[in-house]
């Protein structure tokens, strides 16, 4: 007899995410949200509030990760929604304001890695930051994450990788807010060293795939069970980098492009030469993110988060002007009727107001 599972049902897991997962991220969101009103400095305050209010459902999409079979589902919302407020908050902390200096980026951006090791000291985040006064809010985040991995029975065999992922991202955001003059050569110089490992994408998709927390959600979802081999975390790592990750970070730049290009904003799905070619590529990241999958214990659980990207992505509104909708209409086409599925769900949750 067979039975329902989140292994082999793409629709229990999407069910099961909307009901179970989206309330006790809203939860903890809130609970976040409660402790950035009390951040002394009201720009910080601004800021934490800001990402937490905007960026929401950034959190909701990582918790995809709470359904990873034999993870425990409290513990990863605990952990991923506490991870991407560091994110976001970061995020906004290099973007929204005056500063465009290169060490203060970096001293900030420690917080992704520290948060990654529970036997790491706090360094002081806000050193050569204008604004520092958070009430030991970024202190807080930073705890949450390190309390959740202390305990998982396969964390060292992750740690590696994790960090070496938390310090891919945490250069790519260091570098791409710099000022306009510097910053495409700094990245270009630093991408170029690690680009020789991954002839098969663009520079600028590999810079998209380093932006992706996916992966760093993927691996300590996996670290809930005894006994993750080295071979297992390897296979998950070449699925989710650059593959998952790129699609991911290039259909979040997909839907911003025209606004990016409006306000000179840095967006990695501009230097596509053509619409030709950007159709193309992202088809082919596409096959190749679910491709890779079915080498992946649960294949079903990550065809799901791959399809989910696509619909929760494509279904966004701003794909419903002119530039963007043919290629959306194409990327759906191309996935298959699972995907449009999901797309249609995705509809539904935005139109109720839960998305």
Known sequence: ?????????????ILNFVKEVFPQVKKELRFWRLRAKKVPDLVLSKQALDSLQRKAFHCLGGCIFALYPRADRDAMIEFIVAYQTISDYLDNLVDATQVQDEEAFTQLHRAMNEALDPEAKHS???????????????DQLVSTCQANLQSLPSYPV???????????????????????????????SWLSQNQVNYPEVSIWELAAATGSTLGIYCLVAAAHRPGLTAEEVEQIKQAYFPWISALHILLDYYIDLVEDRETKQLNFVQYYTNISEREERLGLILRESLERTQHLGYPKFHQTVVEGLLAMYLSDPKTKIEELSGGARALLLSGGIEIRILYGMCMLLRKKGIL
């Open 1 to 13: 007899m067979s039975y329902v599972t989140k292994e082999n049902s793409k629709f229990f897991i």
């Open 124 to 138: 002081y985040y806000y050193a050569k930051y204008p604004q520092r006064e958070d009430g030991g809010y970024l």
């Open 158 to 188: 992750v740690k590696a990788e994790l960090s070496w992922l938390a310090s891919l991202y945490s250069s790519l955001q260091t570098y791409k807010h710099l000022n306009l003059e510097v910053r495409e050569e700094k990245m270009l």
